[in-house]
């Protein structure tokens, strides 16, 4: 059969042919969230699904599946004001749970399962960190803690069906180098429980995929080489002249890769933590905040592609469970434009490295630290506890309108096209050049980051872009210094702590105020784009309806 379709012009940028790759949007693969209690509230549930709908987000996840709050293990009876029974044996119940992963589900998302952490009946030591005391310890009873993680993935399989839980991913537990706080027991521990929670899984169904070692942070030293963290190993770092300069290399990540090979335990995806920073104790016993080069977060995920491919699981997935600008849910830095422009570059840079960079974290409704100070209070989240849109929430949009066919990739941006539609789009930002490779670190105030805003200086983007549909539009919209930076709205009018009601709707206005316009496509089918952009903005380039 012939089509009478007339064919799309090949598109030209600069004059040269593309030459089309794959572009993943590993940006919108999986976002962090605090813990699962959370997901109960109405303002939780509200933001998740506009980030479902507006960003992309294919997963979730988050903490505190199994802590006392979901009240999934029960070993009494709970009385309240009466008496608390033991019970015979413990029961597992799952009403908290199926409320927070029905609503996930259907938002049109899916759980990325952290099986974590200790309930408070099973632990050996409790309330080990957070706000919400959470329990980071060994299990008393191991075949306890087997049959707890049995129940309630068979629980799972019963209400939704094996077909939609082998989609889902099982990583066991969190950042359990961090003893004593994530994780009270020794290296091996974290591996035998690994191994139990990983064997008790492919039981169920072998199809199902498991995996860790859910680790945090790359460091230069071998504080992590024996079973517990050694600070002695972290003077150097903490007072080494030129960090950059230092040999990085994942927590645990092959002596993981090594001990399940030795047991033949099944990997089918490794996760860790790759946040560009470091903490580490100098000799005086006091910890030192570090931040690394700009490019740390690409050569870090380099690396571990490497170091998987020579295993004996060259096909597990990478899965970065947790990434942003720094691991710190008080770093000011979030709320900003600098943010903005530095994980535009980031994740651009990264695109093909990793099967998931899960951004931590989509929202402000986080409460490891306790509820945030203020409406800007340097939170993970794409938008604050109000919900109000930071830059980062823009960047994140901007990334989502890409195509997934990459048609011109520069150091400072990429041009896409959609497989689908055969829709044009484009993001583009300004990394200021006086920034060199130095990232944006972290701020403990809003003033402390507005040093930044003096970087410069602008910067051309220019490209002419050939074979597209004569009248056809473009929209243009910029998130920059002056344009959607709410947090320096904020503090204009006074860092009010508790705004009013009309100071936060002003805020949400001054947050979607992004500088839009159209360009229109002329008869010759080429589009020059030829924009002045401001030091640290974002903008996206996409066909209008």
């Excluded at 933590?273 to 016993?285: I, L, Q, V």
């Amino acid at each position: 059969m012939t089509s009478n379709r007339t064919p799309q012009p090949r598109i030209r940028i600069d004059g040269q042919p593309c030459e089309e790759t794959t572009l993943p949007h590993v940006w919108s693969e999986c976002v962090g969230a605090g813990r699962a209690n959370e997901a109960l509230r109405a303002d939780w549930q509200g933001q998740f699904a506009e980030a479902v709908d507006t960003l992309g987000f294919k997963y979730l996840r988050f903490h505190g599946l199994f802590h006392d709050d979901m009240f999934v293990y029960r070993e009494s009876y709970g009385g309240g004001f009466g008496p608390n029974s033991p019970l015979e044996a413990p029961v597992h119940t799952f009403s908290y749970v199926d409320k927070v992963f029905d609503f996930i589900l259907d938002s049109g998302a899916r759980p990325f399962v952290e099986l974590g952490f200790m309930p408070r009946e099973l632990a050996t030591e409790t309330e080990t960190l957070f706000w919400w005391r959470a329990h980071g310890s060994p299990p008393k009873d191991m075949s306890r803690w087997v049959e707890l993680v049995t129940k309630t993935v068979e629980h799972w399989i019963d209400r939704y069906g094996l077909a939609e839980v082998r989609r889902w991913r099982f990583e066991v537990w969190n950042e359990p180098n961090l003893v004593p706080h994530f994780w009270t027991g020794t290296r091996t521990q974290y591996f035998e429980l690994y191994e139990q929670t990983a064997r008790a899984i492919k039981r169920i169904d072998p199809e199902l995929r498991v995996g860790g070692p859910s680790t945090s942070v790359f460091v230069p030293d071998d504080r992590y080489k024996g079973e517990v963290q050694d600070r002695s190993k972290e003077h150097g770092t903490a007072a080494a002249d030129d960090l950059d300069a230092l040999d990085w290399r994942p927590v645990w990540i092959e002596e993981f890769l090594a001990w399940c090979q030795e047991r033949q335990v099944p990997i089918d995806f490794v996760s860790t933590h790759t946040y560009p920073t470091d903490y580490a104790f100098g000799a005086d016993g006091v910890g030192v905040p570090l931040s690394r080069y700009a490019d740390a977060t690409h050569d870090d995920l380099a690396l571990l592609r490497k170091l998987i491919a020579d295993s004996a699981y060259p096909d597990a997935e990478i899965h970065i469970t947790e990434w942003s600008t720094s691991p710190s849910s008080r770093d000011l830095m979030h709320d900003t434009v600098f943010a903005a422009a530095s994980i535009t570059r980031s994740y651009l840079q990264c695109a093909t490295l990793a099967d998931s960079i899960s951004y931590w974290a989509f929202t402000d409704v986080f409460e490891e630290g306790g509820a945030g100070i203020g409406p800007f209070h340097g939170g993970f989240g794409l938008v604050n506890e109000n919900g109000i849109h930071k830059p980062t929430f823009h960047a994140f949009e901007m990334l989502g309108r890409l195509g997934d066919r990459l048609l011109r990739s520069t150091p400072h941006g990429a041009i896409t096209r959609d497989s689908r539609t055969s829709a044009v789009s484009a993001v583009f930002f300004n990394y200021p050049e006086d920034m060199g490779l130095k990232s944006i670190g972290s701020a403990n105030s809003y003033q402390e980051t507005r040093h930044l805003a003096a970087k410069g200086p602008n910067r051309t983007i220019r490209h002419s872009i050939a074979g597209l549909e004569p009248g056809s539009r473009f929209l243009v919209e910029i998130v920059d210094w002056e344009h959607g930076n709410v947090a320096e709205a904020w503090y204009r009018m006074g860092s009010p702590i508790n705004p009013s009601r009309a100071e936060n709707r002003y805020l949400g206005t001054v947050a979607d105020a992004l500088l839009r316009y159209t360009l229109t496509v002329p008869e010759s089918g080429v589009l020059d784009l030829d924009v002045d952009l401001a030091p640290w903005a974002v903008m996206s380039l996409r066909q209008s309806d």
